[in-house]
């Protein structure tokens, strides 16, 4: 039976009957009312499109962190060691939830809990931040080098380059993992 919660539409309810024969239509006193189950939404926990966002994130982020770590030269600039920190991050915790929703799909689990939703959502805002600020000045920084001081002969700006991308793209593929959680978390 699907009906809602009442903490999420508010609904009066008759006082709970002491004794079997009153109440509301005169059912006695069992008035426990099921909760709805919401549609687990492809994106959220547990579900399938949730696994392939997870392993979307992780692979970027270990492309964007293997092509940055071979370059030689960038621990000497702090933006892309801050890169490889957030993607690194980035990449540990989208495989842990990952492995999660491939426990959960395997043993037809959900992942709705509001306990489990909440730590997929911080967890999803802090990593995505990072991830998010680590591109943006890797970007500034790769912008100095090409097109300012025109010294792109000497460093790896594809590399450069190409790695900021993976962490841009890494961080498209959070947004949505973050939103759903943050809209189950809502909807609750």
Wanted: aromatic share 8%; net charge negative.
């Amino acid at each position: 039976m699907n009906v809602s919660r009442g903490s999420v539409h508010p609904v009066e309810e008759d006082p709970p009957a002491t004794d079997g024969a009153g109440g509301a239509g005169g059912e006695g006193g069992d008035n426990e009312v099921p909760t709805v189950r919401m549609k687990d939404l492809q994106g959220m926990p547990g579900t399938l499109g949730g696994l392939v966002l997870r392993i979307c994130q992780f692979a970027f982020a270990v492309v964007g962190l293997c092509i940055m770590a071979t370059t030689s030269d960038f621990p000497s600039v702090t933006a892309f060691c801050y890169l490889v920190a957030a993607t690194g991050l980035q990449s540990l915790w989208s495989l842990s939830l990952a492995i999660i929703d491939i426990y959960a799909l395997s043993v037809r689990r959900s992942l709705q809990n509001s306990r489990v939703v909440t730590l997929f959502t911080v967890g999803d805002a802090i990593t995505s931040t990072l991830t998010f600020a680590a591109a943006c000045a890797s970007a500034g920084i790769t912008v100095l080098i090409d097109n300012d001081l025109d010294s792109c002969a000497q460093n790896h700006c594809a590399e450069f380059e190409t790695s900021t991308a993976m962490a841009f793209i890494c961080w498209f593929a959070a947004v949505p993992s973050f939103l759903l959680n943050f809209w189950s978390l809502a909807s609750r």
